[in-house]
């Protein structure tokens, strides 16, 4: 930028000598004289004749001498060295703002791979790599990834004779010799012990991920954003970027298999410029430069991305499908858990999903996984929902160390071979209890957030561990408004155009946990010219019975197809065939176990009845110890004790299942005083209220029975 001349005052020429006009006598105005030769003045004596005006003082009366300012050279104005500082009086012959002593002292130019041909300068120096020597022709010297020149034989110096691929050289080009699209550089070498490394980036408008379309297919772009996964392919290094407008993946290459950039990590602010290309129907960027920015530009567009992701994250605030008190009080806590999910889903965060084995906790997790799928591709990528979702059921109604060292693990692996970020865990119909804390230290040790979503009697100590928690018993609530309900409306939260996909999942929801509520009612009759209670029953059974010989797996396919999620004619063979097979097994095993239950009246009036599981059913088959209790306690209620509070116990040789009606007993409660009071016994466990399981060691089943049945004896029962 140039200034004017501190010397002169921009006006190119100093006053070195003042006085009265020798010419005019230093009179002011014109002083003609008396006679004078026409023909010996010039033109401008004759115009300063004519007007009557001295031609050496202009009319002033004053002689001033003027030499021309040699700090700018008579211009006015002066430049400052862009390198040095100094104060130069012109630009120099490439127009740049570098004075002569550091233009010829060693400028080279290092060329981003952005550059190409046109942004060549012949006689600038440029710092390269040898690309190969060719015996009797020279050197190719590439100046970048798309750029490359001869550095002919002749042109060689003595240093140049032990020059070999990789080698860097200081190179300068002598000539730009172009021939339609072909383009030749003639280089020379240039040795200097001294020079200024500039590095060269050509100039592109910055762009925004929201701003690239499959139009722009070929185009060339410049974005800044933060890189949130890195992940080594076969082929190239794949770099997931995002702005505060959307994320690309970027893909750069150097060798098979090679890390490209590997400077670049997970969670760093960079500028990348590339190529749009269209893969698989979605855009990637083909990368030709990707540098980090400056730490306080870092911190500026990290700011702006969180800021942007976190407005674009917020839940969606809609109508619950049903009037419930208790949902309305919950809302805020849907919101920030839907917040949570929808939040992961934009920072390319993987989520894992846990569900409890049964109808409840398969529904919850497909109403979710129904949301969030969509989201995840449009985010992703058509294939992100096979690297950035995982949905796993547990057997156990809390977080067992089992699943959570699995999920642990695979997160690490995945981290270490893919670079993906720690996943978000979403617990469904799980994860409300303290016996869920353990597992969440491990969760915390490496990251991994935690969002719950369950009806199961909640324990302020898991909170510590939860960034969102949706449990009906902190507002009021019970465990009547199932886990599959919260979980339809949280989705429905996260997407509203999953609503009428999954609306009926909540039916089945709650006729599968034998919810008894208002809000249970309403979703039932919502659905009911659809899916009679006959149909949700089935549905309901088949999930569980599907899932007791799918063990660990998440039936991707079969669970859909259970709730008609696919194709409705394979629906309706497939829930026919599960509940016949179901219904069958559980005939069999009442047949066995019937005649085998106990029965006992306790001191509150309750009705006991006991089964002992591990003796009088068969094992290691549908239906397992739990759903057996429950069929048995059907059976006590509907049939033998219609109106009378009934507590049916499944007795194993380490557990016991409890099964309860019309009895105010707090199973989570119980299983704490059990573990102060029976020491060495190793009591744990847990579940609803009312409905709930036990374990303990096979050694103390003497003393931990008598004493739970005790309890149970004391618990208030419904007038």
């Known amino acids: 930028m140039s200034e004017k001349c501190p010397n002169c005052y921009g006006q190119g020429y100093n006053i070195t000598e003042t006085g009265p006009c020798p010419k005019c006598s230093g009179v002011v105005g014109a002083a003609k004289p008396k006679s004078i030769n026409l023909m010996e003045l010039s033109e401008k004596n004759l115009d300063s004749f004519v007007s009557g005006v001295c031609d050496v003082c202009g009319g002033t009366g004053i002689y001033e001498k003027k030499e021309k300012c040699e700090e700018c050279r008579g211009k006015g104005e002066t430049y400052n060295c862009t390198r040095c500082g100094k104060q130069i009086p012109y630009l120099n012959n490439n127009g740049e703002e570098i004075c002569n002593a550091c233009a010829s002292s060693g400028c080279v130019h290092k060329l981003d791979n952005s550059c190409d041909y046109n942004d060549l300068t012949s006689g600038k120096l440029y710092i390269g790599c040898v690309d190969g020597v060719v015996e009797n022709l020279g050197a190719f010297v590439k100046l970048n990834d798309g750029i490359k020149g001869l550095l002919h034989e002749k042109n060689f110096d003595s240093a140049c004779s032990s020059m070999t691929k990789g080698d860097e050289i200081i190179i300068q080009i002598k000539n730009i010799n172009r021939s339609g699209r072909d383009v030749k550089l003639d280089l020379v070498p240039k040795r200097l012990s001294k020079y200024e490394l500039i590095e060269v980036e050509k100039e592109f408008p910055l762009t925004s991920v929201a701003d690239m379309t499959q139009k722009d297919n070929g185009k060339t772009v410049k974005f800044a954003g933060e890189v949130l996964q ?367 239950v106990k029965m006992t009246e306790l001191k509150s009036g309750a009705i006991l009845n006991t089964i002992d599981v591990e003796k009088f059913a068969h094992k290691f088959t549908f239906p397992p110890p739990g759903k057996t209790s429950g069929e048995i306690h059907d059976i006590m209620c509907n049939q033998k004790y219609i109106d009378k509070p009934v507590i049916t116990l499944g007795l194993g040789p380490d557990f016991a299942v409890i099964r309860s009606k019309k009895v105010l007993m707090n199973i989570p409660q119980i299983v704490r005083e059990l573990r102060e009071e029976l020491i060495g016994s190793g009591v744990n466990g847990g579940g609803h209220l009312v409905v709930g399981s036990i374990k303990f060691v096979e050694g103390a089943a003497d003393v931990v029975i008598p004493r739970l049945i005790e309890k149970l004896a004391e618990a208030d029962v419904e007038k």
């Open 230 to 596: 890195v992940k080594q392919t076969g082929g190239p290094t794949i770099f997931t970027i995002s702005d505060e407008t959307g994320q690309v993946p970027c893909a750069g290459f150097s060798t098979a298999g090679q890390r490209s950039y590997p400077e670049i990590d997970a969670g760093m602010a960079v500028s990348a410029v590339g190529e749009i290309n269209i893969r698989d129907g979605a855009i990637q960027i083909e990368l030709l430069s990707l540098k980090p920015l400056a730490e306080d530009e870092a911190a500026e567009l990290i700011q702006k991305i969180e800021a942007a992701v976190d407005k674009r994250a917020e839940a969606y605030d809609i109508p619950f499908l049903v009037e419930s008190e208790i949902l309305e009080k919950l809302k805020p806590a849907m919101l920030q858990a839907a917040k949570e999910i929808r939040k992961a889903i934009f920072r390319s965060r993987p989520i894992i999903l846990r569900h409890h084995a049964d109808a409840d906790g398969i529904t919850s997790a497909i109403a979710i996984e129904r949301a969030i799928l969509p989201l995840i591709r449009e985010a992703g990528g058509p294939d992100a929902e096979h690297r950035a979702y995982r949905r796993s059921p547990s057997k156990a109604p809390f977080y067992e160390l089992m699943d959570v060292v699995k999920d642990v693990s695979y997160a690490v692996e995945d981290e270490i071979r893919f670079g993906q970020p720690m996943p978000l865990i979403v617990m469904v119909d799980n994860g409300s209890t303290d016996e869920d804390v353990p597992a969440y230290k491990h969760t915390q040790v490496y990251g991994m957030d935690v969002v719950v979503i369950d009806h199961h009697h909640p324990h302020e100590s898991a909170d510590e561990y939860l960034i969102a928690h949706v449990n009906p018993y902190h507002v009021g609530g019970d465990f009547g408004l199932t886990a599959g309900m919260l979980c339809v409306e949280t989705a429905r939260m996260i997407r509203p155009e999953v609503s009428d996909e999954i609306i009926h999942l909540a039916a089945v929801a709650g006729v599968g946990d034998r919810a008894d509520s208002p809000e249970c009612v309403q979703y039932i009759n919502m659905v009911a010219d659809k899916y009679p209670l006959e149909e949700l029953k089935k549905m309901a059974l088949s999930l569980d019975y599907e899932q007791y010989w799918l063990k660990f797996g998440a039936g991707v396919g079969i669970v859909d197809d259970i709730l008609d999620l696919r194709d409705h004619e394979t629906h309706t063979r497939l829930i026919n065939m599960l509940t016949e097979q179901a219904n069958s097994m559980i005939q069999g095993q009442l047949e066995v176990c019937l005649p085998n």
